[in-house]
């Protein structure tokens, strides 16, 4: 159904005007790979970022056209710029993308528009130029503010260079969020608080998010790790006490703690696409490895760069598109999902039809990760915020098994 995208997405998108619409824009570009990720694609090349935005304006005028008038009809929540590295972009590349973007789709001032990138390379040009094309709400994955950390884990900007670019974001009134990864090698809990504290007491941020490393197999910390060169990364126990060290000091710091993985220090950060993003809500995608979805039909623009620059050059979509089948328990998925927003589980009686679910519900309490049920759910205790993937993941595997006996 690729080629009929102007067939069918403007009466889907037309039907569902009154829910929220969300932009998705990928940069599939960096300097250089960080010896975490999984996710590095393409490297950061003179000239790239011209190139890249005419086609990044191109998918946004072609599929706003195949949209038609139903544009117009739905007001867009969210945009995010994600990567890759957009920050890698030029100032007035990435500022052509922003201003056409708000040309063809309805965004007001209320929507928040995120560009995600690092420090490296993200000059006060680049924030200026955003900020005055409509950017609101810059995220940086820091990892660490630990100079000697991050350069193990390939990232070169020191912490003199953090606390400057990330001072100059607040003062061109971004609302700034950062990434924080505890777990990594040769990190400890001292040095977990001590990012925490340089962050709330030097820089201005509005927001933070803690992630446990992830060792994917294959990544260049992975292959340092079995080869000896690098030291092993934090165990389970030890991240558990990262995990509530650095939540006693953001707690110090006043900052509340939003949903299991994130914390703010004012409600002008609201987090909108991270939240939706999770959910089954619409996301329209740009961009080569750009993947979103209007209602149950899922979207996934080329991920090979010449692929898709072919595609954009030759007047089609650049994208796949594949009916999904309604998930058997999404609306309980999605009712997690919400409530999670708010450190909560759903209420027992919208759990799935399980024997089991009453016995899991109350291991989970004796155990500390969940408090007393409330009338519209069950509160996550901060031990239950650090186990909460796991616990999604059980819940997830409940979910699956009550569907499959009810078949
Ligand atoms: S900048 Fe981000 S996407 Fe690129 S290699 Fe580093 S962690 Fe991965």
């Not at 090349?45 to 935005?53: D, N, V």
């Not at 990435?94 to 990138?117: M, S």
């Not at 607040?170 to 969020?177: E, M, R, W």
């Not at 953001?250 to 004012?266: D, M, V, Y």
Request: net charge negative; aromatic share 8%.
């Amino acid at each position: 159904m690729d080629d009929s995208f102007a067939d069918w997405a403007p009466e889907v998108n037309w039907q569902r005007r009154k829910q929220p619409l969300n932009l998705y824009l990928h940069t599939p570009f960096c300097h250089h790979r960080c010896a975490f990720c999984p996710f590095f694609q393409n490297t950061t090349k003179p000239g790239f970022s011209a190139r890249y935005a005419d086609h990044l304006i191109c998918d946004l005028e072609r599929k706003a056209r195949w949209l038609g008038p139903t544009v117009a009809a739905r007001r867009v929540s969210s945009v995010f710029f994600g990567g890759g590295t957009p920050s890698d972009m030029d100032a007035a590349d990435l500022a052509r993308v922003i201003c056409k973007l708000r040309d063809l789709y309805p965004i007001d001032d209320d929507t928040e528009i995120t560009v995600e990138g690092r420090i490296w390379g993200f000059t006060r040009d680049k924030a200026e130029a955003w900020r005055e094309a409509g950017a609101n709400r810059i995220s940086i994955g820091l990892q660490s503010t630990n100079t000697k950390i991050r350069r193990s884990m390939g990232r070169l900007a020191d912490r003199g260079q953090i606390r400057e670019t990330l001072q100059n974001f607040v003062a061109l009134g971004y609302v700034t969020i950062v990434d924080l990864i505890y777990g990594l090698p040769r990190q400890d809990v001292a040095s977990v608080v001590e990012d925490v504290r340089f962050l709330a007491e030097e820089t201005g941020i509005d927001g933070l998010d803690l992630y446990a490393l992830k060792q994917f197999p294959g990544s260049p910390l992975a292959k340092a790790v079995e080869q000896g060169r690098m030291a092993a990364p934090a165990d389970t126990h030890l991240r558990a006490e990262m995990f509530t060290a650095a939540a006693a000091e953001l707690a110090r710091h006043g900052f509340e703690h939003f949903t299991p993985q994130h914390w703010r220090r004012s409600e002008r950060e609201r987090s909108i696409y991270n939240q939706l993003a999770k959910t089954s809500a619409d996301i329209l995608p740009f961009g080569s490895s750009a993947g979103g979805r209007l209602s149950n039909v899922t979207i996934s623009c080329h991920r090979l760069l010449d692929d898709y620059e072919t595609a954009m050059d030759d007047g089609s979509l650049g994208a796949r598109c594949t009916i999904q089948e309604p998930k058997p328990g999404q609306d309980f998925t999605d009712a997690v999902m919400s409530s999670i927003q708010r450190r909560m589980l759903p209420p027992l009686s919208e759990w799935p039809a399980h024997e089991d679910s009453s016995a899991i519900a109350e291991n989970w309490r004796v155990a500390g990760l969940i408090g007393e049920p409330q009338a519209d759910g069950i509160p996550l205790t901060q031990a239950g915020c650090f186990w909460f993937p796991r616990l999604q993941q059980l819940l997830a595997m409940l979910t699956a098994q009550s569907v499959g006996r009810a078949a």
